[in-house]
Each structure stands twice: as C-alpha cells, then as structure tokens.
C-alpha cells in the first residue's frame, strides 16, 4: 500500500480524479481512503479529494476551487457560466402562521433556483441571489367567514453576500428577503437575514442565525356586511442559535432554536443529502410556539412549515457543490424562515 503525506502531491495516472485503490491521503489527525472522505469546509482543507464513483470532482483544496461537470464547458459562453453555479429545485411544502387567523392550513408546490458565485474580490467573498414560487391553497380558503375560492400565490427574492469558513474560522452572510403574498389582498413585506458561525476543522459548526422585519404592508380583508377588516403584515423578528454537521458524503444538516421578537418560542432543523450524481434532496422544518400557550390566542399565532424538495445541479456533482465555497451559504425564503405576521392598526 502506497502512502502520501499531506504536502506530497499524489500521482495520477490518466483521470486525475481517480486514486489508485490502494492510496492513502494521510492529513494530520485523519485519512482519506478510497475516496474523498472529507466532510466539510474544516476537514477538506489542503485535501486532494478524489473518489472513484465521483470522477468529476478534480481537486478540492484550501483557498482553490475546481468546478465539477463537463455540461457547462461543454455548452461556454454566457449559459455555461450562469449554470455552472445555479441549483434548480422543486417541490412540496404545508405551513401555516399567523396570517391563517388559526383557520386555515397551507399545502402546496414550489419551484426555483438559487445561485451562488464569487465576488471576485481577495477576501473570498461570493454573493448569492435566488427566487422561489409557491402556490397553495387549491381548494379555496375560510380565513374569516366569507369562503374563497382563490389559491394562495407567493414569490420569495432572496440576495446578498456570503463568505465561507473553507479551512475553518469565522463564515458569515447577509440577505435581504422579500415576499409577494397574494392571500385575500396583496402583500409585499421584506426581512434581512444573517448568519454568523465558527467553523471547526472537525466538520462542525455552531454560531447565531437571525431574521429582522424591516418592512411591511397593509391588507383590507372582507368580513360579513361588507366590514372591512385593515391589517398590518409585517415579518416576525428571530433570534436563534445553531448546530450544523457536515457529512462525509457532501451532505450537511442543521438543527436550531430560539426566540421571536414577541416572546415565542421557535425550533427547526434542515438538511440536504446528495442522491446520486447532479441531484440532491433538501428538507427543513420551522416550528413556532406561541407565548400564549393553549388558548385561542395561542391556537391563532401558531406556526409551521415544512418543506421537500429535489435540487438539480446542471452537468455537475452534487456532493461537491452542497459543500462547495461559493455554493449559496443560505436557501431561499420561505415559510419558515420568514413567518409573517398580523396586526391591527
């Protein structure tokens, strides 16, 4: 058996992405055999990552990026580029909060893409910017006491910049999210998300992750007797704290809890695993419970979303890019990551 040291370059024959079976990448505390068993930005750094069933990897290392997949060169030119770093995805989700009036679940599908690229500046700053569509509610709702019969039509825009923790350290990123609601009346409200963690060489990461209401809207919602009821919509403030794992496959999952700005309590978790080549799986789940406890008021506030969905990653491999330093750091927006709230005047 063949041995490489971590600052020995090892020697490829024809593939540069496939090892011999019998070397081993030995990196300090761990070794990679048989295949790249790095499982995350800590772990991978300064790794040669190569795997026999994922030949299209290339190397992984600390500060350096190689993009995976032979679809985007083969194509070039402008639509290469913008699918070299953009996920697709669809799927199902059920939710409900606040704007329900406690009246009413939310099912449905959603589709969309999220993309993720590099600044281009030194300090290894990548921006990232997605949009998503949901629509629910096929059936008709009965919020209040009058029936519709319209679908429930949202579109989530999620942008900002990001910068991953590849060898470990301080990882951050700001978005800016907005929501277009169209239940009973139109609404446009908008949250600024961040997140901030340490990042430990062990493939482990805890740090804070918050959503801030900076802006709502108004809505006029019919009642009996042609009563107008005018509501104020407005995002729900979040401060919580988070646990996250990445996997030695190139998956990575979270679990998190914390408070909203109105004293509630809130929990939730997500992960994406790789299935196969360009595809992945993707999962959350957000969960709010209201200070008010069991009570009509409490049964009113309650909050839930869960989310499922396959994401495509064009002509590349999945497992490289969920893991992949200027893959987006944040999802889109969605239910659960920006609860809306109702107010009277």
């Known amino acids: 058996m063949k041995t490489v040291s971590a600052d020995q370059t090892p020697v490829f024959s024809q593939d540069p992405s496939i090892l011999d079976s019998e070397t081993v990448l030995q990196l300090g505390d761990g070794a990679a055999h048989d295949g790249c068993q790095a499982c995350g930005p ?3 750094c300064g790794e040669v990552c190569a795997d026999p069933c994922v030949d299209a990897c290339g190397p992984v290392a600390c500060g350096g990026y190689y993009q995976c997949g ?10 290469g580029y913008v699918l070299a770093s953009t996920n697709f995805s669809a799927g199902v989700q059920g939710f409900k909060g606040p704007t329900d009036m406690g009246r009413n679940g939310n099912f449905g599908f959603h589709y969309g893409l999220n993309r993720g690229s590099p600044l281009g500046d030194p300090w ?12 629910s509610n096929f059936s008709g709702d009965q919020i209040v006491d009058i029936f519709s019969s319209d679908n429930r039509d949202q579109v989530f825009f999620t942008s900002g910049i990001f910068r991953r923790a590849v060898c470990g350290g301080l990882q951050w990123g700001v ?6 609601d169209t239940y009973r009346d139109n609404a446009t409200s908008g949250q600024i998300r961040g997140e901030l963690s340490l990042v430990s ?13 900076v802006n709502g809207d108004r809505i006029q919602i019919s009642l009996i007797d042609q009563v107008l009821d005018d509501l104020k919509v407005t995002p729900i403030d979040i401060y919580s704290i988070f646990y996250r794992r990445y996997f030695s ?8 809890a914390g408070l909203t700005d109105r004293g509630d309590a809130v929990l939730g978790a997500d992960a994406t695993v790789p299935l196969g080549t360009s595809w992945a799986l993707e999962n959350s789940f957000t969960y709010m419970i209201p200070e008010d406890g069991h009570s009509a008021d409490g049964q009113q506030r309650e909050g ?5 969905r396959l994401v495509w990653y064009p002509g590349r491999q999945a497992a490289c890019e969920i893991q992949g330093p200027y893959a987006p750091l944040m999802m889109v927006a969605d239910n659960g990551s920006m609860i809306l709230d109702t107010r009277n005047k």
Do not use: K, M, P, T
Not at 175 to 180: F, N, Q
């Open 42 to 44: 800590g772990e991978a």
């Open 70 to 79: 032979d679809l985007a060169r083969a194509i070039g030119g402008l639509v």
């Open 124 to 135: 290894g700053i990548g921006y990232q910017f997605g949009v998503s569509v949901v629509q």
């Open 175 to 180: 978005v800016y999210d907005l929501v277009r």
């Open 201 to 213: 060489q062990g493939c482990r990461e805890i740090g804070f992750w918050g959503a801030f209401g």
């Open 249 to 256: 496959g190139g998956g990575q999952g979270r679990v998190w």
């Open 304 to 308: 839930w979303n869960v989310a499922l």
